[in-house]
């Protein structure tokens, strides 16, 4: 099936520091979607975008529709030992006749105090 | 307002036994989705409803998994006989069917020993 890449699947960064993670795909895409997953719990809807190229922020995350369509970016400002966690990107197919959404992996991310 | 509603939290059972998890939409949503997670295969959809009828469940992996959605505020996915791979992290979620924003229930931790 379709797939979404992110890598690396894991980064560890400094309390303080910005991080900027990708979400690939060969595919051509709706919609993008970015969620947090915190240990014991679902994952939560950060930031939703529907635009090629929209730019949309929520506090310190901002996440870019790309241009081509085949991909997004999510970045976090000034990182916080609570910014830890599972980060996914979803997406939903340009031809995709449902309201389904793709996966990707995620990524794990580690703040050091 | 409540979000999604799972139950249980935990469930630890034998090998053979039936289970049944489930879930209670977000109120106003139509559409309504069941995923499993492990750390092999990531998110999976396993099925989804729209308007309580059942859409996709190409994602189920056999005859062994079934799932309903009786009415609009309930559904429950069975496993019957279950069985030690099928141990995983079980989440619905919910969406308006007319947005691709899906939001997730905290989620079922199945153990099958």
């Known amino acids: 099936g379709q797939q979404l890449n992110q890598s690396p699947q894991s980064m560890f960064i400094q309390e303080g520091e910005d991080v900027s993670m990708n979400c690939t795909s060969s595919?051509?895409?709706?919609?993008w979607l970015w969620y947090k997953q915190d240990p014991g719990e679902g994952p939560v809807l950060l930031i939703a975008?529907?635009?090629?190229?929209e730019l949309t922020s929520n506090g310190r995350l901002t996440a870019q529709f790309g241009i081509t369509r085949k991909d997004s970016f999510l970045n976090i400002s000034a990182s916080i030992p609570s910014d830890v966690g599972i980060y996914f990107c979803?997406?939903?197919?340009?031809?995709?006749?449902?309201?389904?959404?793709?996966f990707g992996k995620g990524i794990t991310l580690s703040v050091r105090p | 307002d409540a979000g999604v509603i799972q139950s249980p939290r935990h469930e630890v059972t034998e090998m053979g036994q039936e289970v049944t998890l489930r879930c209670k939409p977000i109120?106003?949503?139509?559409?309504l989705f069941w995923y499993r997670q492990t750390m092999m295969r990531g998110l999976e959809l396993l099925i989804y409803?729209?308007?309580?009828?059942?859409?996709?469940d190409s994602g189920m992996p056999e005859d062994r998994f079934s799932a309903k959605m009786p009415n609009a505020s309930f559904s429950t996915l069975k496993i019957q006989p279950s069985e030690p791979r099928d141990s995983a992290v079980y989440f619905c979620?919910?969406?308006?069917?007319?947005?691709?924003?899906?939001?997730f229930g905290p989620g079922t931790r199945l153990t099958v020993t």
């Open positions: 979620a919910s969406s308006t069917g007319r947005s691709y924003e899906q939001y």
């Open positions: 595919s051509i895409f709706n919609t």
């Open positions: 975008l529907y635009k090629a190229g």
């Open positions: 979803a997406g939903q197919l340009l031809t995709g006749a449902n309201s389904k959404l793709t």
């Open positions: 109120s106003g949503h139509n559409s």
């Open positions: 409803f729209n308007n309580n009828v059942p859409i996709d």
